[in-house]
């Protein structure tokens, strides 16, 4: 809405913009799939509205993510970690959930809310710490992309360069509907890792006993607890709950579409767990063989894994830490700059010409190019930075999760989609596990010694 010097604001001239047009010609495709009959209206319907949740999920199961559930099945193979993956999935949903829900209620971003609802000083500390841990993250992917392509002999610099230039083009189309199918399309190559794990020609025994029981568990000590942490904060991070509600705003779902936001959550899910667990699995012979995943490099897993599963299977594995990397690039550094342009009331969609949205494009740039330069930095600690990113991750939630909690259940913006009791009661045992999480590794880090009294080693 624009006004001149002697026009009041019920005068306003009203200005159509690029991205206005944009999200209106999507939305006439969604109305037009809605208002037919039949299965294959349903199914054009959801293709249609599908895109942040399943970006969301995928783009989590990123470089760290890999590398963390490839550190989980070296150091302790089949086991308890198998469905306590999936449990950090189903987290996850109830999570995401609150966004779409957000999103399409009140058509503002989550750092945009925090800032209308709770001041100045929330809304630039959530966008500030957002922004820390996103920059950090980013790093991790660089290093999974500069470590994958290292498998096939390409060097570092190239490989970075390889990654910035396809995340820059992925922009190009200054359209969100087509940035998000060239994403959603790289996305669905995490699947890769499926391939891998049936090389591995996994004990579907034991498989099957470990998903039933949970057994056997892993010994109670400091390093158990780590791999507990970054499996967790492979799933669950705040960058999640500021990508999705503003991927919502931006493809302009409204109300209606919450149903169909669901679906794509869940499914989300459903795909990146499966791709966590075959990672899983794909590493699980590596315990088997008594080989230790301490100086594992993302690329050594590849390397390590070449006699057990061959050149090609190998090569599957470290692609799918390329993919893993990329896109998580590609959507984090979308988080970052929904963020500022959320809480510095500048212009932000993926739909916005460059012209039109320089700050937008800027910030996701600039956040990206600084990672990826401090990825070739010689002799940085690939794995231990990347489990340490996650662990941040998970102590960095329960905040984020406290200022979602409360805007769910704020009536005034919500109306009658605030969350349910039951909503509640599970948003408020995730946020439990996580504040729990982070309390013991504190307490592992300050005193280890009471691991060893309780049986850890």
Request: aromatic content about 12%; hydrophobic content about 55%.
């Amino acid at each position: 809405m624009k006004f001149t010097a002697t026009q009041t604001e019920a005068e306003a001239e009203v200005v159509i913009t690029h991205e206005d047009v944009d999200r209106a010609h999507d939305r006439v495709r969604v109305s037009d799939a809605r208002a037919r009959r039949g299965f294959s209206s349903k199914a054009r319907l959801l293709w249609l509205l599908a895109g942040p949740g399943v970006l969301v999920m995928l783009g989590e199961n990123d470089g760290p993510s890999m590398l963390a559930y490839a550190a989980t099945g070296a150091r302790f193979g089949i086991g308890f970690f198998l469905p306590f993956v999936v449990l950090t999935f189903c987290m996850a949903i109830v999570v995401q959930e609150m966004t779409v829900r957000l999103g399409a209620a009140t058509h503002r971003g989550h750092a945009e809310l925090i800032f209308e609802r709770f001041g100045p000083f929330w809304g630039w500390f959530s966008m500030i710490d957002l922004g820390i841990g996103n920059f950090l993250t980013l790093i991790t992917e660089f290093i999974a992309i500069r470590a994958g392509l290292g498998f096939f002999g390409v060097p570092a610099w190239a490989a970075v360069l390889l990654a910035f230039v396809v995340l820059y083009a992925a922009l190009m189309s200054h359209r969100y509907w087509t940035w998000e199918r060239i994403t959603l399309a790289a996305a669905i190559f995490n699947l890769i890792f499926i391939p891998v794990a049936l090389l591995t020609h996994p004990h579907w025994h034991a498989v099957s006993h470990a998903f039933v029981t949970w057994q056997p568990l892993p010994g109670f000590n400091k390093d158990t607890l780590l791999i507990v942490l970054a499996d967790i904060g492979a799933t669950v991070t705040p960058w999640m709950l500021f990508f999705q509600q503003s991927a919502t705003v931006d493809k302009g779902m409204t109300t209606k579409d919450i149903r169909f936001g669901r679906i794509d959550t869940v499914l989300g899910a459903a795909l990146a767990s499966a791709a966590a667990i075959a990672t899983i699995l794909a590493t699980a012979p590596l315990f088997a063989h008594q080989m230790t995943a301490d100086n594992f490099q993302a690329a050594e897993f590849a390397q390590a894994l070449q006699p057990i599963i061959g050149r090609f299977g190998a090569s599957l594995f470290a692609l799918g830490m390329v993919e893993a990397g990329i896109v998580a690039a590609i959507t984090i550094s979308a988080s970052s700059a929904y963020a500022f342009g959320e809480v510095a009331h500048k212009p932000h969609s993926l739909n916005l010409p460059m012209g039109e949205g320089k700050s937008f494009y800027a910030v996701l740039t600039l956040c990206a190019a600084a990672a990826a330069a401090i990825v070739l930095i010689p002799g940085l600690p690939l794995v231990y930075v990347v489990l340490i990113v996650n662990v941040v991750a998970v102590l960095a939630m329960p905040p984020a999760l406290v200022f979602l909690y409360m805007l769910v259940n704020d009536k005034e913006i919500m109306g009658d989609l605030v969350s349910p009791p039951w909503a509640n009661v599970l948003s408020g045992a995730v946020v439990f596990v996580l504040t729990a999480a982070g309390i013991l590794f504190g307490i592992s880090i300050i005193a280890p010694n009471i691991f060893a009294a309780l049986g850890g080693k």
